[in-house]
């Protein structure tokens, strides 16, 4: 059902790769509310084609940029702006990668080139997203910013590798940012703290399909879905949050204030326990 939540808004969505992906739905969703916007991936990602099936569907162009790449970025809005005739009043941030979970290099063996890369296009790139948007003044008054992350910025997950201190400097790039853009141009900065969904980047992570389950099993509503991922990210962008800024936010079921739930000591056959 759709409320008409983001009529006549202008955004910008970064990271759908496939059907799979977060942003592909957040696309979908705010398409659904009334939003126009830009779809903009890696050149490389490119490549796949499949995001111009989700450009058909949504009435929206493709801009190509690496978000690692300052002066990409700086066309990525110039461009935009064009497009949709005006500021943006959203830009979600959907890119991650990490290449030392690609290679499985553990964390204390990790590669210092792989790890910077890693900085650079998950991290620095929300920071330059932000940093142009602000020196070209293209994002409108009131105007959402929304990154993913995931809750290994906070506590340690054995598997989750360099990408645990990249997603805390994201974070922390959301509340500095927010801070900044929010005296300035009441710009508001907000990263989503998402649970384990099945997508490229998420797959990518050695024993995902176990963890998956098992974090299913210790959130009390279950893991939270790509799609109830965009509904959330869709009020994040709307007026309703207008006074929301440089938080990070669960969405994961409950999971993130839970010990241990009964589900997973079941696991280990302890009967004395039953609820
Ligand atoms: N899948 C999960 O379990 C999960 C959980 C919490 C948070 N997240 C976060 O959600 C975000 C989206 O990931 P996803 O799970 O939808 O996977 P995905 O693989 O569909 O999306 C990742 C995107 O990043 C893009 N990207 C990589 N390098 C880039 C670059 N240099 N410039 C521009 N784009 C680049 C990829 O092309 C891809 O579209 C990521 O930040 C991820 O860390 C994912």
């Known amino acids: 059902m759709a409320y008409n939540l983001l009529k006549g808004k202008r955004g910008i969505i970064s990271g759908a790769l496939n059907s799979s992906s977060i942003a592909w739905k957040v696309a979908e969703k705010a398409h659904e509310e009334g939003a126009t916007f830009v779809l903009t991936n890696a050149p490389i990602a490119m490549r796949m084609g499949e995001l111009n099936g989700l ?5 929206s162009q493709i801009i190509a940029a690496d978000a690692t790449s300052v002066e990409d970025l700086t066309n990525l809005y110039i461009q935009s702006q064009e497009i949709l005739g005006g500021k943006i009043d959203f830009v979600l941030h959907s890119i991650g990668m990490s290449v030392n979970v690609r290679k499985n290099i553990p964390y204390t063996e ?52 360099d990408m645990a201190d990249i997603k805390a400097m994201l974070e922390s790039i959301a509340r500095s940012f927010g801070y900044h853009y929010g005296v300035d141009k009441k710009v508001r900065i907000n990263t ?84």
């Open 55 to 59: 450009a058909e569907q949504t009435g």
């Open 192 to 275: 989503v703290s998402q649970s384990p969904t099945k997508t490229t980047a998420g797959s990518g992570i050695k024993g995902f399909g176990d963890f998956f389950d098992y974090a299913d099993a210790m959130s009390p509503l279950g893991n939270a879905s790509a799609e109830q991922c965009a509904d959330y990210c869709i009020t994040l962008f709307s007026d309703l949050t207008r006074m929301v800024t440089m938080q990070n936010l669960y969405h994961d079921g409950g999971y993130s204030s839970v010990g241990v739930s009964a589900e997973v000591l079941n696991k280990y056959d302890i009967k004395e326990i039953t609820e």
């Open 110 to 161: 990790t590669n210092y080139d792989f790890f910077q890369k890693g900085i650079d296009v998950s991290a620095l790139s929300f920071h330059k997203m932000l940093s142009v948007a602000k020196k070209l003044d293209a994002i409108s008054e009131w105007g959402s910013v929304v990154a993913l992350t995931y809750a290994a910025a906070q506590r340690t997950y054995s598997f989750y590798n």
